[in-house]
């Protein structure tokens, strides 16, 4: 099967740019950042934590505003029919999968959008209920041979379906998809016993990982989490592939170029100042981009290659 290489292997060169002369008046309001991801995610938890520095550097408070629902449908549109003038702005873990995947949503981000930056990017992870009879990957596929689709998955959005269908791909493991509006709620029904695998990048659980009530059984990348050094590489278990997320800002279209500049700047200056750095690493797993707008684009562009691919040879059929 052909080996997919997503975030992993786009190398993103943070180079400098020289910004145009910046409208002095901007921001002269908090500026808000819509997701369409619950809270308590790796999305908004990135930002939370450079919130200082954000509001230093800006002048103003940065808020995020929560609207779940329809695959990230319902926050893109709010984004795309905003007043282009840098207040209102998408934050949002790989839209290009999302638009891939989900055809009747309307928004075409790389189109209908301009691109911010790149805020941090972060591997998947298969994670598994503590008290199942498998701790590996060999056991949970023996495990699946002799119980096919007993194993029940529980999935956040469609872009967990398709990592899921890849890990599927190379392993051969069976399981019954079970859908959940984000992160917090796949928690719950692990710990409740009402599904026994999920994706997700590891903040959502880290907590019950140290506890013991969760295991990782691996990280979809080929290099081993600072944050989860125990756990084994896809690569290491037999899966070949990088699958992880990214999370970003998109402006809507006929934003100025200068408040996107400003905007940009401000974000990847919060985000590579090397406490939040640090922080980000050791809390979230994630790794600090601050890329300017073009390589933003760039991995828009990129990405939604990688994902079509993935789609096409699992033959993955999205839901409408």
Known sequence: MKRWCALSLVVLGCSAWVPA????????????????????????GNVR???????????????????????????????????????????????????????????????EMVAVSMLVKAPYVLFAR??????????????????????????????????????????????????????????AALLGDEVDLATSSAPPFLAHLQSGRMRAIMVASDKRMPLLAQTPTGYEVGVQADLGLY???????????????????????????????????????AEPIGSSPEELARMLETDMKVWAEAARATNFKPQP
């Open 21 to 44: 002369a910046w409208p002095q008046s901007f921001p002269n309001k908090p500026i808000r950042l819509i997701t369409g991801n619950p809270p308590g995610t790796v999305i908004d």
């Open 49 to 111: 934590m450079v919130s200082p520095e954000l509001e230093k550097l800006l002048g103003q408070p940065v808020l995020i505003e929560h609207r779940t629902g329809a695959n990230s449908t319902i926050a893109a549109q709010a984004v795309k029919n905003a007043a282009p003038d840098g207040y209102t702005l998408l934050l949002g873990s790989g839209p290009q999968a999302s638009i891939l995947l989900n055809a009747n949503n309307g928004v075409d981000v790389g189109r």
């Open 130 to 187: 503590a008290n199942q009879p498998f701790t590996t990957m060999a056991e949970l596929i023996a495990y699946s041979k002799a119980n096919p689709d007993k194993l029940k998955f529980g999935a956040a959005s469609q872009v967990q379906e398709l990592v899921m269908a890849v890990i599927k791909s190379y392993t051969g493991i069976t399981s019954i998809s079970i859908p959940y509006r984000g992160s917090p709620p796949i928690v």
């Open 247 to 285: 999370v970003g800002l998109w402006a809507p279209a006929g934003t100025p170029n200068d408040i996107v500049r400003r905007l940009s700047t401000a974000f990847a200056s919060a985000i590579k100042a090397p406490a939040a750095s640090e922080q980000l690493r050791k809390n979230f797993g």
